[in-house]
């Protein structure tokens, strides 16, 4: 994210006399926000409502370390890992649709959310089929600890990918009815910062509730 | 005044003002029973007199309410308001209504009140805050109804503004989660989760939401700060209450016998409510700061500016106190939660109301702002009832503070009643703040009949 101050939010684009960043619109000598301030502010409250979830998970451990590491060792790691690679993955496709815009290709960007909206749903059919066989173990959250953090983390996350898909779909309709272009990728880049948000959390989420021992 | 149907707000802000002034007689009234357990008694007995104290101050904040949409809406919508009619003829039900359930309560006993009103129908009665017979509660939710649509149309037909919008989602939430207080189930369990879905999702949910519209309102007028700047503040507020607000309902679910995750949940959730109450402080102090233009209400200002500092202090850090899971395992039901449930709802909303009606009254009187004079005591009133209300926190905190270690901690606990005879000192001060308090406010009643050069709009 750029360095533009959230904490006036009248302040427009910074003015940084260094060079911009090497984006497409890197004509202007000024770093800008990419997307609405608005929507950084919305991202910054979910970053902080999941970091206080993730110090509460350290703290937690901390005081049954043997506990969670055990539990921790009934995860499926590979369905972790396939998820990480599609939401990555997906992150990727949407910067390929805001650049496609930008350069007034409608049909690139079209196709780009499509693939993007792809990565997503791929996401959920995975998560579901491993919520299924946990939920099939009799695993609850009140089970224990680590279980209740694995549950509560990851379903909040699930609710975000969903909140993620729903935006992408507007994005990619208004995409398809030729809303945006050259001039016009402001509503655009708003939703993929927020569906970098939903990618950069599962990047926190999997190592430390999956992998880290 | 814009519209000339905004006038109907003035009813409504008068009537809050007395329902005020009965409240703060009552909490008079309770504190004293705190420390001298037979004053009044059998008249007045401690459980009615809390109960018409906290009955007072919902209904008054209503009538607050309804008369800051009054107000608001039709200058924000550009048009004058729905049906003037219907919104006088709400408020006399709502006044008769409010009146004869006061009387009830005082009249016979509660029981009886029950029996008389049809309790026995449909149990509602007996849910603190919630002790209204039957025949008030459909008369709140008729009330509620009309009260919206009216607001509603008024909006539909104007121009429609994030402030209004805002306002009005609060206003219908507040009317919606009312609806559970209907539903009464026989678990107990089941029944505080449904108490909670009405008394939670209002003050640290919806509630939030009329009040960061209302201080919007009234900022934008004082400072002539650009619309944008203020809307992008109150999507911030709005958007923090509801992250931090709805799932953060789990801070009362530690105790009732709901599963344990709740504590971690709730702690995590309602850890953050704080952020959205700081958040209205910088904002009320920002805007202030950049003002373009010198409103001549002064007061009204200085009302804007206390609900920042006082909300978040009242709300935020009081809350913050008690609100995770192994620090309310010790501090639960004590005076802690008495001195976070004063401070917040003064600071809150009693502040933002008294900030609405500080601005808008003067100009429904045909002014800018009042006398300079006038100004001066309204401004006193401001600060003995806000530092009156500061010392009641203090006292209160002290005395839960002692009353947890008494009673919960120490190695030989005392016996409740015991542990309240240790404490009674600080319900002496708190009493004595509690004077302060209502001095405080006969200076503001007394502020409107101030007269002298007025200042003309």
């Known amino acids: 994210?750029?360095?533009?101050?959230?904490?006036?939010?009248?302040?427009?684009?910074?003015?940084?006399?260094?060079?911009?960043?090497?984006?497409?619109?890197?004509?202007?000598?000024?770093?800008?926000?990419?997307?609405?301030?608005?929507?950084?502010?919305?991202?910054?409250?979910?970053?902080?409502?999941?970091?206080?979830?993730?110090?509460?998970?350290?703290?937690?451990?901390?005081?049954?370390?043997?506990?969670?590491?055990?539990?921790?060792?009934?995860?499926?790691?590979?369905?972790?890992?396939?998820?990480?690679?599609?939401?990555?993955?997906?992150?990727?496709?949407?910067?390929?649709?805001?650049?496609?815009?930008?350069?007034?290709d409608k049909a690139g960007?079209?196709?780009?959310?499509?693939?993007?909206?792809?990565?997503?749903?791929?996401?959920?059919?995975?998560?579901?089929?491993?919520?299924?066989?946990?939920?099939?173990?009799?695993?609850?959250?009140?089970?224990?600890?680590?279980?209740?953090?694995?549950?509560?983390?990851?379903?909040?996350?699930?609710?975000?990918?969903?909140?993620?898909?729903?935006?992408?779909?507007?994005?990619l309709a208004n995409t398809w009815r030729g809303a945006y272009g050259r001039d016009a990728y402001h509503v655009l880049e708003s939703g993929g910062a927020y569906w970098h948000m939903v990618d950069l959390l599962w990047i926190i989420l999997f190592p430390l509730v999956y992998v880290m021992r | 005044m814009q519209y000339k149907s905004q006038a109907v707000a003035t009813p409504y802000f008068i009537a809050a003002i007395g329902l005020f002034a009965g409240q703060i007689l009552f909490g008079i009234v309770l504190g004293l029973q705190y420390v001298l357990g037979d004053f009044l008694f059998p008249a007045i007995p401690f459980n009615i007199a809390r109960m018409v104290h906290t009955n007072l101050l919902i209904v008054w904040l209503l009538f607050g309410f309804m008369g800051a949409a009054y107000y608001m809406i039709p200058e924000e919508s550009e048009t004058e308001l729905f049906s003037p009619?219907?919104?006088?003829?709400?408020?006399?039900?709502?006044?008769?209504?409010?009146?004869?359930?006061?009387?009830?309560?005082?009249?016979?006993?509660?029981?009886?009140?029950?029996?008389?009103?049809?309790?026995d129908l449909l149990a509602t009665m007996g849910r603190e805050f919630l002790e209204q017979p039957l025949p008030t509660k459909l008369g709140i939710v008729v009330v509620a109804l009309a009260f919206l649509f009216n607001i509603t149309m008024t909006v539909l037909k104007g121009r429609k503004t994030s402030i209004s919008i805002v306002m009005l989602l609060g206003l219908w939430g507040l009317a919606?989660?009312?609806?559970?207080?209907?539903?009464?189930?026989?678990?107990?369990?089941?029944?505080?989760?449904?108490?909670?879905?009405?008394?939670?999702?209002?003050?640290?949910?919806?509630w939030e939401l009329i009040l960061g519209a209302m201080l919007s309102f009234v900022l934008i007028k004082v400072t002539g700060v650009d619309r944008e700047v203020i809307e992008k503040w109150l999507y911030v507020i709005v958007t923090m209450t509801l992250i931090s607000g709805i799932i953060g309902t789990g801070h009362h679910f530690y105790w009732i016998g709901a599963p344990e995750y709740w504590q971690w949940w709730g702690s995590i959730f309602s850890a953050l409510e704080p952020i959205p109450f700081f958040a209205l402080t910088v904002f009320a102090f920002n805007m202030v700061n950049r003002r373009r233009r010198e409103h001549p209400n002064k007061a009204a200002v200085?009302?804007?500016?206390?609900?920042?500092?006082?909300?978040?202090?009242?709300?935020?850090?009081?809350?913050?106190?008690?609100?995770?899971?192994?620090?309310?395992?010790?501090?639960?039901?004590?005076?802690?939660?008495?001195?976070?449930?004063?401070?917040?709802?003064?600071?809150?909303?009693?502040?933002?109301?008294?900030?609405?009606?500080?601005?808008?009254?003067?100009?429904?009187?045909?002014?800018?702002?009042?006398?300079?004079?006038?100004?001066?005591?309204?401004?006193w009133s401001f600060w003995l009832m806000t530092v009156a209300m500061v010392f009641i926190t203090l006292f209160l905190t002290a005395a839960g503070i002692l009353q947890v270690w008494l009673q919960r901690v120490s190695e030989s606990p005392l016996p409740f009643m015991v542990a309240q005879d240790q404490i009674s000192l600080f319900y002496w001060l708190r009493e004595g703040s509690g004077v302060v308090f209502l001095i405080g406010l006969l200076c503001y009643i007394a502020s409107f009949f101030v007269r002298g050069e007025e200042k003309t709009a």
Do not use: C
């Open chain 1, 1 to 104: 994210m750029s360095t533009a101050s959230p904490a006036s939010p009248a302040s427009g684009p910074v003015n940084a006399p260094q060079p911009a960043f090497p984006t497409e619109d890197s004509g202007a000598s000024r770093r800008r926000l990419p997307g609405d301030l608005a929507v950084w502010f919305f991202i910054l409250a979910e970053l902080l409502a999941f970091a206080v979830f993730f110090l509460s998970y350290a703290f937690a451990r901390a005081r049954d370390v043997a506990l969670f590491n055990a539990s921790q060792l009934t995860l499926d790691l590979n369905a972790g890992a396939i998820n990480t690679l599609l939401l990555v993955t997906s992150s990727w496709f949407v910067v390929r649709a805001i650049q496609a815009v930008k350069r007034d």
């Open chain 2, 302 to 379: 200085l009302w804007a500016l206390g609900t920042g500092v006082m909300s978040f202090l009242g709300a935020g850090v009081w809350g913050f106190l008690h609100t995770l899971a192994p620090v309310n395992y010790y501090t639960h039901g004590t005076q802690i939660t008495a001195a976070h449930g004063h401070m917040a709802f003064y600071g809150a909303y009693v502040m933002v109301v008294l900030t609405m009606i500080s601005y808008a009254m003067p100009i429904l009187r045909g002014r800018a702002a009042n006398s300079n004079k006038a100004q001066v005591l309204e401004m």
């Open chain 2, 176 to 206: 919606v989660f009312f609806l559970f207080s209907f539903y009464n189930p026989a678990n107990i369990v089941l029944d505080k989760f449904f108490w909670w879905w009405v008394v939670h999702l209002w003050v640290e949910g919806v």
């Open chain 2, 85 to 119: 009619k219907l919104a006088i003829a709400l408020f006399w039900i709502f006044l008769v209504a409010g009146a004869l359930t006061i009387v009830g309560y005082l009249a016979v006993p509660y029981a009886t009140l029950a029996q008389l009103t049809g309790n």
């Open chain 1, 109 to 171: 960007g079209v196709r780009w959310l499509a693939a993007a909206m792809l990565g997503g749903f791929g996401f959920l059919v995975v998560k579901v089929f491993e919520y299924a066989a946990k939920f099939d173990a009799g695993i609850t959250l009140s089970t224990n600890t680590f279980y209740m953090f694995y549950i509560s983390l990851t379903f909040f996350h699930f609710m975000h990918v969903i909140l993620g898909l729903v935006i992408l779909g507007v994005l």
